[in-house]
């Protein structure tokens, strides 16, 4: 990203032109794909291109040397990489997994996340996978309803069921799981 041409467009995005802090995103994007794919899983690699995009273009302006942008934007591509990945470790584990996570590198999760992860992790698997859909990777409800052959009132629905669901596990004072197996 050495390009003088490019400098004078980061200099002009960082000063607030938008045009120029297109042309500085739409560059940016490919650099960030191909750092994405080598860092995160192969599922988060757009949505981890797309958050980082956002965050450079809300940034950029207190980005104190040009010359440091290359390296800036791969931390934060690489950042939200490895926030997917801990999300995603800590949202798939069944409650029995947890406990398995304590050690010296992997503290057992406490407190919340425990008590999220063990409500996610006992939702039948149409209202995990929802829910993951929905507030893990950020897809709207018309992708989840396409992606479930579902109508998007549907979608909505069996959002709206999880979320509840989940709810109730979390309000419980027991610690043992809801009988969920048998709710629509």
């Known amino acids: 990203m050495q ?8 200099i002009e995005a960082r000063r607030g032109d938008l ?3 297109e042309r500085v995103l739409v560059r940016s994007r490919q650099d960030l794909r191909r750092y ?13 291109v797309q958050e980082s995009l956002l965050l450079v273009s809300r940034k950029l302006s207190t980005l ?8 800036w934007l791969f931390r934060i591509v690489k ?18 997994d947890l406990e398995e996570l304590d050690g010296p590198h992997y503290p057992a999760p406490t407190g919340l996340v425990r008590d999220v992860a063990n409500a ?21 409800i018309v ?5 479930l052959r579902l109508h998007p009132e549907a ?11 989940a709810r109730q596990y979390l309000s419980q004072e027991s610690t043992s799981p809801l009988p969920l197996a048998a709710a629509g």
Do not use: W
Request: aromatic share 6%; glycine share 2%.
């Open 64 to 71: 104190r040397e040009l010359d440091a942008y290359a390296s």
């Open 120 to 140: 996610v992790a006992s939702l039948p698997q149409h209202y995990r996978d929802i829910i993951l859909m929905r507030d893990l990777e950020g897809r709207s």
């Open 79 to 96: 950042r939200e990489c490895t926030r997917m990945k801990r999300a995603t470790r800590f949202l798939l584990m069944q409650p029995s």
């Open 155 to 165: 979608a909505k629905a069996r959002l709206h069921r999880a979320r509840s669901l």
């Open 36 to 48: 994405a794919e080598y860092h995160c899983a192969v599922n988060d690699v757009e949505d981890a």
């Open 143 to 147: 992708e989840i309803a396409s992606g």
């Open 19 to 21: 045009a120029a802090l």
């Open 3 to 10: 390009d003088p041409t490019f400098q004078v467009v980061l």
